[in-house]
């Protein structure tokens, strides 16, 4: 193989890794309890993770019902009066956003929103990947 076609071969490996690694930008929002019943599991307590590390979708990420147990890694980007704590989360889809409209992407659990923002309530920007 020729130079060039190693250099480009290697260009398009590489520019394809980087897309896989990238998260999808969203907002995120809390909801308090009661948690159940959910659109995924009803009332059954075993489908929320230990720490309460879960989440509501809106319908974008919904998918008919195929993002019940899905899980995203959620980092906290900005918002008002500098809310995030920095660092990751990772969140379990448990319900589908039941307000309408749904007021952000995806809605965390108190314990999620907590694990990740200062604030106690409000909309954040995120970042996500699943």
Known sequence: MGF????????????????????????????????????????????FPLGNLFVQVSAGLWDNGAACGRRYRIKCLSGSNKPCKGGTIDVKVVDFCSKRPCPSTIVLSNDAFSAISKSKRGKINVEYIE
């Open 4 to 47: 060039g076609v190693i250099v480009s071969l290697f260009l398009f490996i590489g520019f394809n890794n980087i897309k896989c690694c990238l998260g999808e930008i969203g907002t995120a929002s809390v909801y308090n309890p009661p948690y159940t019943p959910t659109r995924c599991n009803g009332n059954r307590a075993d489908q």
